[in-house]
Each structure stands twice: as structure tokens, then as C-alpha cells.
């Protein structure tokens, strides 16, 4: 069972910049991703980031060139960098394992995630 936790979160101004860690994650199977996720208030929940290599991460389209993903395996932590941010981006964060794309998941971009392995989240809060 995939187990995690993610820190981090908090209230930034808007174009301000936070950091959340998600801690342990395993890759417990070859052909299955790991990432973040997010949900807004009164919104579906919805793919941030999915890592799908070791030289391979796909970003929302909203997000791109501002949130960028990281891991230490070592420390066995995935990171969420996310610059410039946006009121917009208020959300309970997620960090997720063992996705892959299957119909019927959360949204991301033009597919549909679902992972066998979730985090409890972390707020986000950004104002104007």
C-alpha cells in the first residue's frame, strides 16, 4: 500500500512562491506514474503534474512554466515548486502514486488520471 504525506502549504501573496514535499511515495510497479493533483473549492479535483519518467514530467497547461516537479529518491520525497503564483491556484493539493491514464479519472489536459496511492493534502492559499 502507497503511503504519503505532503507539507508545505500555506498563504502566499499573489506572485509569491511555496515549495510542498510529498514523503514517501514508492514507484511500486514499472509502468505506473506519480504526481500532484489539486482541488479548488467547489471543483473537481485535477491533475497539476504527472511524472511519467525519469526524464519525462507533463504539466497542466495552466501551470506550465510556473510549478515544477521534482524527487529525491534518497529521501524518497516528491516536490511541487510553484512560482508566480495566482489567486487562481488556491487549492488542497494532492500527491498521488501508482497513476496511470485510464478513463474516467481526474482531468489532465486533453486525459483522464487514476492512481492507486493518495496523500491527505495540503492548503494552498493565495491571495490578490
Known amino acids: 500500500q502507497v503511503q504519503m504525506a505532503e507539507s508545505g502549504g500555506g498563504s502566499v501573496q499573489s506572485g509569491g512562491s511555496l515549495r510542498l514535499s510529498c514523503v514517501g511515495y514508492r514507484v511500486m510497479y514499472r509502468y505506473y506514474y506519480m504526481g500532484w493533483f489539486r482541488q479548488a473549492p467547489g471543483k473537481e479535483r485535477e491533475g497539476v503534474g504527472i511524472?511519467?519518467?525519469?526524464?519525462?514530467?507533463s504539466y497542466a497547461d495552466s501551470v506550465k512554466g510556473r510549478f515544477t516537479i521534482s524527487q529525491d529518491n534518497a529521501k524518497n520525497t516528491l516536490y511541487l515548486q510553484m512560482d508566480s503564483l495566482k489567486p487562481e491556484d488556491t487549492a488542497m493539493y494532492y500527491c498521488a502514486a501508482a497513476c496511470s491514464y485510464t478513463y474516467g479519472g481526474y482531468s489532465f489536459g486533453a486525459r483522464t488520471v487514476t492512481c492507486g496511492g493518495w496523500g491527505e493534502g495540503t492548503l494552498v492559499t493565495v491571495s490578490a
Open positions: 511524472v511519467e519518467s525519469a526524464d519525462k514530467t
